[in-house]
């Protein structure tokens, strides 16, 4: 905070002002605040004083305190760029990052060529995981600074982040030109290569790190994820054991030799390391979170039912102290979604205004839809099996261009959708789906979460092809229980009361898009495609024929 804050028309005395002036140069915030406090009350009116309390608020780290004068500020003086920019600095001090977005994208709108906002939106993207859109502004950024390394590094990450490992690649290999020998780029680059099925390269990167004293240790960690995601398990064991041999308490190699097979007698050694880190309090809760899923995984293998089930409850509710559950959250989402798409009439919009238009470049599309944990995986590789079909993975792009739309929506129910708005949305989708630069014509979009989104995918795309993936709900629930998910949107199955309440929310949704369309969701059921996943299932091949 300096004296430039204050304002020679800000209705003070002289010595009112000097008194101010002096606590601040002598860093006297508390005492400066709770003088212009003073000064507020006694002239209630005057705006540049009330601005100048606010920044003393924010300087002293008091945001809360700060956000509603500057929220008050911010209706009185709606283009005053310093006004918006410390509201929004406020919200992301006080970790609320969708409260911060439209006023760091006001802030952008008046002046928008400023590094610190473009920069600070891609920060609140990337913080709820909309990692393209945080890409969208830090690509800006880097326009306006291409020499800024450090900007390149986050974009490179936000790449890494949000699955677009092309473009990652591109970015670390930009930085190894002027730090050739920064291991951690390496890694990262190879992290992005194995994504990208070229398993020379990411090991070659692995070894030139292990060559470094300072990323040996992580070197030997990454060649064991590369080597572990190509199936070769024994190379992959011996690159997590010497991990081990430089630290031997490394919860990275010592769960991810946990994750590679089923566990015996014989891992006892690995099972006590990794108890002895878990049982660290003075380690972050989500690394013994990690540590605690992989003995619960241990013990599920051993049969250690009730063993596994008190690590599996331990690390939930170590992801719960990292990442709070908001429930109520998902409750206004799913009933927002319902209310908005309740008088959409599928079979009735217009086509010209809703539906995608068609260009040679575009790609039929196949979305795989379900609770995490239901099938979605093993559906997409028997159907991408198929010469002519690409499996995409679980892409975030329909997400990402929804999601401010249904957090706008949550905020003002009763505004209604038109029909062109679909047709935009699949554009924007259809987009990033070119962007993926394969050859196949087909293309499977297998994110599960999808489902919270069919509304728009069946507007947008009434050609294409839905599968539901069923499986028993107790299964389905308890497959989401046991395992690691580092996503912050995966945490509402870190309590097995809230987990059992998602899956009803789930549950509601579908059933609602069934009567909406359901003519046009293939419902597949696990169980029965696990015992017949050597056999063609005659229904999804007239249903997919149908469809594309």
């Known amino acids: 905070m300096t004296t430039e804050n204050l304002h020679t028309n800000d209705g003070l005395t002289q010595s009112e002002r000097l008194h101010l002036t002096g606590l601040l140069t002598d860093k006297k915030l508390v005492k400066a605040s709770q003088f212009a406090e003073k000064l507020v009350d006694k002239y209630p009116d005057q705006t540049p004083l009330r601005l100048s309390l606010a920044l003393i608020y924010v300087v002293d780290g008091k945001h809360k305190m700060a956000l509603p004068l500057l929220q008050e500020l911010s209706m009185t003086l709606p283009d005053n760029a310093k006004v918006l920019r410390h509201l929004a600095l406020c919200h992301t001090a006080l970790e609320d990052h969708r409260k911060a ?227 109520e959250r998902s409750r206004v989402w799913f009933k927002t979604l319902k209310h908005i798409f309740a008088p959409v009439d599928f079979h009735n919009l217009n086509p010209d205004e809703a539906h995608v238009k068609p260009t040679s470049a575009d790609k039929k599309l196949i979305f795989i839809v379900g609770m995490p944990r239901s099938g979605t995986s093993l559906t997409e590789q028997i159907l991408s099996s198929h010469s002519a079909v690409y499996g995409a993975g679980e892409l975030n792009a329909m997400n990402e261009i929804t999601d401010e739309l249904m957090y706008y929506f949550t905020q003002q129910p009763d505004v209604k959708l038109v029909d062109r708005a679909f047709s935009s949305i699949g554009r924007d989708y259809m987009d990033k789906i070119i962007e993926l630069n394969v050859s196949e014509p087909i293309v499977i979009d297998k994110l599960p979460h999808n489902f919270m989104r069919l509304g728009f995918i069946r507007a947008a795309f009434p050609d294409a092809c839905i599968i539901h993936t069923n499986r028993d709900p107790m299964a389905v629930c308890w497959s989401n229980y046991q395992r690691f998910f580092p996503a912050r949107g995966m945490n509402f199955g870190n309590d097995l009361e809230t987990l059992g309440t998602y899956y009803k929310f789930y549950e509601d949704l579908m059933g609602f898009w069934r009567k909406k369309f359901g003519e046009t969701i293939y419902e597949l059921d696990y169980d029965r495609l696990t015992k017949k996943s050597r056999r063609r299932d005659p229904g999804a091949a007239r249903f997919l024929r149908a469809r594309i």
Not at 175 to 180: E, I, M, S
Not at 188 to 209: E, F, W, Y
């Open 101 to 327: 977005l439209p006023v760091y994208l006001n802030w952008l709108a008046i002046e928008p060529d400023n590094l610190e906002a473009l920069c600070a939106i891609g920060s609140a993207y990337n913080m709820i995981e909309m990692h393209h859109k945080a890409a969208e502004y830090l690509e800006k950024a880097e326009a306006l600074a291409p020499a800024n390394a450090e900007l390149v590094e986050v974009l490179a990450n936000t790449y890494l982040e949000g699955r677009q490992y092309d473009r990652a690649e591109k970015h670390y290999r930009k930085l190894l030109l002027t730090r050739p020998d920064d291991g951690g780029l390496m890694l990262n680059l190879a992290d992005s290569l194995s994504h990208l099925d070229n398993t020379d390269d990411a090991l070659g990167l692995c070894d030139q790190a292990i060559a470094q004293k300072q990323h040996k240790l992580q070197g030997h960690i990454q060649k064991g994820r590369v080597l572990g995601m190509v199936g070769d398990v024994k190379s992959a064991r011996a690159q997590y054991r010497l991990a081990l041999k430089i630290d031997p308490g490394s919860i990275a190699a010592l769960s991810g030799l946990i994750q590679l097979e089923k566990i015996t007698a014989r891992h006892q050694p690995v099972l006590d390391k990794l108890k002895k880190q878990f049982s660290k309090q003075s380690l972050g809760p989500r690394s013994r979170a990690v540590a605690g899923f992989a003995l619960g995984k241990a013990e599920h293998d051993r049969g250690n039912s009730k063993e596994a089930f008190t690590y599996y409850k331990k690390s939930n509710a170590l992801q719960l102290q990292d990442v709070a559950y908001d429930e």
